[in-house]
Structures are given as C-alpha cells and as structure tokens.
T-cell receptor, first 112, second 117 residues
Framework: SQQGEEDPQALSIQEGENATMNCSYK?????LQWYRQNSGRGLVHLIL?????REKHSGRLRVTLDTSKKSSSLLITASRAADTASYFC????????????FGSGTRLLVRP | GAVVSQHPSRVICKSGTSVKIECRSL??????MFWYRQFPKKSLMLMAT?????????EQGVEKDKFLINHASLTLSTLTVTSAHPEDSSFYIC?????????????FGPGTRLTVT
C-alpha cells in the first residue's frame, strides 16, 4: 500500500483536553506534513516538518518527527469543538516529484 | 494565501456518460497539479500528477484512458471521467504546487463529489 498508517483511527475527547495523533510511514522522506479536512471539504495545510527537524510548533499544534522510527505525532493542545475534523499526515518521499503520500487519517471529535 | 477552486462541486451523471472536473489556481501559477480520489471516511489516493504542457503521470492501477487529465495552462487542469460507472462515484480533489516554490506544500481545492447513477 502506498499509504502510511495513522492511529487512532478515531478519537473522541472533551473540549479543553489535548489530542494526540500518530502517523507511521514506510519510505525515506523529504518532509512530512499534516492536513486537516472538515467533512466533505478540501484539505487545509497545518504544518510541515522537514526530515532534519525533530519538533515544530504552530499555535496550539505541536508536531514531532522521528525518522529512525519513521513516525510522527500531532498534538493539539486545549482542543476546541471547532477542531472536530479528520487529520491526515502526508509524506513527501525522497525520490518523488513533489507528490504526497497520505496516511489513513484520524477522525477527531471534540465534544463541547 | 493560495486559492484553488474546483468546478463543479457536485455532479450527478448517468452511467456511460463522461464528466469533466476543472481545477483552477486562482491567484498563482501552478507548474504541477495533482488529482486525488477519496472514498467515504478514507484517505486520499493519488491518481496522477499533471505538469503544464506535458502528459500526466498516472499512479499504478489508475487507468489513463478512463481518467483523462489535461493541464493546458499554468492555472487550469481538468480531469475527465470517461464512460462513468457507479464504482467511479467518489470525492475527487485536486491540488496545486506553486511555480518555483521550494516548499513541498500543496494547496487543495474544495473537492468535487461525483455520483454516477
């Protein structure tokens, strides 16, 4: 399969709690990106982390990357009901022509 | 920010007909556009990579005669689903990469939901 795996597949938390999503991939990468998708909509780019970076922050988002384990995590702190969406990791393989390979996604539900 | 539009947003067609979906970069030039397919509650599967002025590169298992891609200009790519069948019903999403951009970031369109009856 060209896709990576994400876990959990679905996550339900209370507003204010933190949400952690994990992504594993298979090939050597140039970078890894996280995207958000609201139901039936297009994707919104959240954050990009390069293969030589280990951690990156953007607002309430924190992303880590462990290239030795071929894994990444996305942490959303102090979640809000508006964070309810599906979250996908996407890797840019080293030998690609800028294409992205998407993970299976995590459906996050933040209960108000 | 960079905006990508898709038209139509929804289309219903009868089995055997062809459907064209447009993907436009509205405020930037895109050397490369990508077409993805997404089944309900599933991830995006890359179908093909489209470069302006050249033939599209299709992913393994994607029928190029079934899914015709034309990238005629730096702001427009089209996907035509030929002789559509119910199993072609899906959410089709395009994305675009900026001209000369060093980032691997792609800008995604809002998607087109195709239903074949």
């Amino acid at each position: 399969s060209q896709q990576g795996e994400e876990d959990p597949q679905a996550l339900s938390i209370q507003e204010g709690e933190n949400a952690t999503m994990n992504c594993s991939y298979k090939t050597s990468i140039n970078n890894l990106q996280w995207y958000r998708q609201n139901s039936g909509r297009g994707l919104v780019h959240l954050i990009l982390i390069r293969s030589n970076e280990r951690e990156k922050h953007s607002g309430r988002l924190r992303v880590t990357l462990d290239t030795s384990k071929k894994s990444s995590s996305l942490l959303i702190t102090a979640s809000r009901a508006a964070d309810t969406a599906s979250y996908f990791c996407a890797t840019a393989p080293m030998d690609s022509s800028y294409k992205l390979i998407f993970g299976s996604g995590t459906r996050l539900l933040v209960r108000p | 920010g960079a905006v990508v539009s898709q038209h139509p947003s929804r289309v219903i067609c009868k089995s055997g007909t062809s459907v064209k979906i447009e993907c436009r970069s509205l405020d930037f030039q895109a050397t490369t556009m990508f077409w993805y397919r997404q089944f309900p509650k599933k991830s995006l599967m890359l179908m093909a990579t489209s470069n302006e002025g050249s033939k599209a590169t299709y992913e393994q298992g994607v029928e190029k005669d079934k899914f015709l891609i034309n990238h005629a200009s730096l702001t427009l790519s089209t996907l035509t689903v030929t002789s559509a069948h119910p199993e072609d019903s899906s959410f089709y999403i395009c994305s675009a990469r900026t001209l000369g951009g060093s980032s691997y970031e792609q800008y995604f369109g809002p998607g087109t939901r195709l239903t074949v009856t």
